[in-house]
């Protein structure tokens, strides 16, 4: 695609924020923890780090799928699990006082339960060590097995989010075969039709090929599956073997879905070039709370 358009920029954290981004990046290095932001080239780490949301990658680096657009490593079978790995997830959330934490994972077909038990313990960990955090799980789809999806609902965590990642017809080309467009839609519509008052959440890559109309038809099945947060952020190529960008897309279309998306239902939608599934999931989730209460006259501008 050549050289990326001006709107393709990151912040650098400053002051107190880079303070604080320091000292994640610090401590996640002495837990021997692995986050989503550094394993995946998040381009918005230092702004989430620095105010307060870190997404953690619990389970190992290596993936048992091969997405095209996904930059953590593959492998048939990933290490065994560490069984430490909750509690020092939460010891670490508890001193660095994060007001919002992401858990999420690489995918795991390998194990029997498919880390869905590790998820529950992280949670349960997070929970009793800092109960002053909110807890938003990123799952694998767990291959549709809602046996597996029940750890999750049980352990109770804020948000649950599963991402589609991109559209029906370009699903086999950026996503694993074994990853499927209606099985993701259908993991979404079990945990919201299982669990009514647990928020769902799910995020939309752009700039791989899809239509306006393809985005707004992935928008509307999100709905029917009950989802009540929604990402839209544009696909950046990690390194020169993964998916070619198709398209740098233009703030402008990326605020026309913003507007479609409030127009359809979902309570909040994140839509921007450098909005990823995790950024700013506190402000998120922070932000619809304070708006259900009565007179509070909070407006939902992300």
């Not at 559209?167 to 979404?188: C, F, K």
């Not at 079990?190 to 928008?219: F, N, Y």
Request: proline share 6%; aromatic share 6%; charged share 25%.
């Amino acid at each position: 695609m050549g050289r990326k358009p001006p709107w393709i920029k990151v912040r650098l954290p400053s002051g107190e924020r880079q303070a604080r981004y320091a000292r994640i990046k610090a401590r996640a290095r002495e837990l021997n923890l692995h986050t989503v932001c550094e394993e995946a080239k998040c381009p918005n780490i230092g702004e989430c780090w620095g105010g307060g949301t870190a997404t953690f990658m619990v389970m190992g680096d290596i993936c048992t799928r091969g997405c095209r657009f996904c930059a953590v490593n593959t492998r048939r079978a990933g290490a065994p699990l560490d069984p430490q790995e909750p509690a020092n997830v939460a010891r670490n959330i508890r001193e660095l006082e994060l007001d919002y934490v992401v858990i999420t994972s690489v995918d795991r077909d390998d194990l029997e339960l498919q880390g869905a038990d590790h998820y529950a313990d992280c949670i349960r960990e997070i929970k009793a060590a800092s109960p002053g955090t909110l807890v938003e799980v990123l799952i694998p789809d767990f291959q549709g097995r809602t046996d597996l999806l029940e750890h999750i609902v049980a352990a109770d965590p804020a948000v649950i989010a599963h991402n589609i990642e991109t559209v029906e017809r370009l699903t086999p080309t950026v996503r694993d075969p074994r990853a499927g467009y209606r099985q993701s839609l259908d993991v979404l519509a079990w945990l919201k039709q299982r669990s009514p008052e647990h928020h769902t959440k799910s995020s939309i890559m752009v700039g791989c090929g899809e239509t306006d109309a393809e985005v707004h038809q992935c928008m509307v099945d999100l709905r029917t599956a009950g989802v009540s947060f929604l990402t839209i952020g544009q696909y950046l190529q990690p390194t020169a073997r993964h998916l070619k960008v198709d398209s740098f897309v233009h703030p402008d279309r990326f605020a026309a879905w913003e507007h479609q998306g409030r127009a359809l239902g979902f309570a909040v939608v994140a839509s921007g070039p450098l909005v990823r599934s995790s950024y700013k999931a506190g402000e998120f989730y922070i932000k619809q709370y304070l708006q259900q209460q009565p007179g509070s006259g909070q407006e939902l501008t992300l």
